[in-house]
């Protein structure tokens, strides 16, 4: 330092800074660790308010060439150093100190999975919780500091468990057992029948959801997360195809008038698809339809179980996909127009008349007739002109 510099460095020692001093102090090196150490244990001719304020000034204008770890912290904290310069120590590192910390960090995860030892481990930890402080108010950075918050603590676990390592070795080899025990499941599964991919897909999601963010199986989730995308298209586009497949059953059993195997494919979808309310009312109305045209009493007792259920999912307000029902048993018309309001007044009808007439079974059907007659719909023309006393 010149003549001039060593007096303006003098006058600091009993005053304010000048903007001289700033300026001189802006073209030296950042500060040193040993630099802030030998003026926070000076406390010979200063108090440690002065060499608090002075030291942060100097800071404030130098930087630091170091990111302050755990141990300084706590020896400058010993030795007089107060919050505000701790802070301003931490917030002012120098961009060469900052990328010589993230440049240590770099190898962690590797190391990790490498199988490191106690004071390697500590060391890391010790970086990460710098890193973590000096960096999460830089928003550039935020991605990697969430990554530190999330390595941090699997490095803090096997630290603890390094310190008593036949514990550590007994849970490690636990774990992988474990692991390797599902990661074999989605193996032995992935290409195989359509439900074997599904137990493959189940174990995958598994898999990452209790491994996803251990670094010490990282790269069998990273191999996980793209096949579980893969399998999971592949798997909806089976899932669509099979949707496709029992609608054309459905729809090519009615077209050939094979009603067992309208019933039975009206069964498959609903299976999947309990309130598609389009194939409850069909598969009613074609079971009272035989009934009536064929006294075909085969579908007698479906057709009432599936115009209960057509009941209950409209006065649910359950909607049509089209117009309440299909093919020639569809309840929507331009005469009438309230497709919900007719299907009622039809399934209703069709469990009155069965009850009245064929399960013998007089004052329920009279109710369900009278229900009937309550929603606009022409089944109230085929309740007026049955030929039985008048409903009361």
Known sequence: MNFRSASLFLILINASFSVNAEQIFAQEKPLEIGYIFSKINDKSEKSVDTINAQLINETLIRKVDFVLD????????????????????????????????????????????????????????????????????????????????????????????LEQPENYKKDLERQINENEKLYKI?????????????IALEASKEYIKKYGHDALFQPQVDYLESAVAKIASLFHQYRTDLKERRYRYFNDSFVKNNIDDLFDAGAQILEHEPEFLDVTLTLASVGFDRFIKDSDRKYLTLSIQYAEKSIDLMEKNTKSRGNYGTFDFSYKSEKYPDGRANALGFMNYFIGYIKYFELNEKEEGLEFFRKSLTYKSSAADKIRKLDFFSIP
């Open 186 to 198: 989605f193996i032995d599964n992935r290409r195989g029948t359509t439900e074997q991919k599904r």
């Open 70 to 161: 755990p141990m300084s912290e706590k020896l400058l904290r010993d030795a007089g150093a107060g919050d505000l310069l701790i802070g301003t120590i931490f917030d002012n590192a120098s961009e060469s100190a900052k990328t010589d910390i993230l440049e240590k960090l770099s190898g962690a995860e590797r190391c990790f999975k490498n199988g490191i030892g106690y004071d390697e481990t500590l060391k890391f930890i010790v970086l990460m919780k710098q890193a973590i402080r000096v960096f999460d108010k830089s928003p550039e950075l935020q991605d990697q500091v969430g990554y530190l918050k999330l390595m941090l603590p699997d490095f803090e676990k096997r630290l603890a468990a």
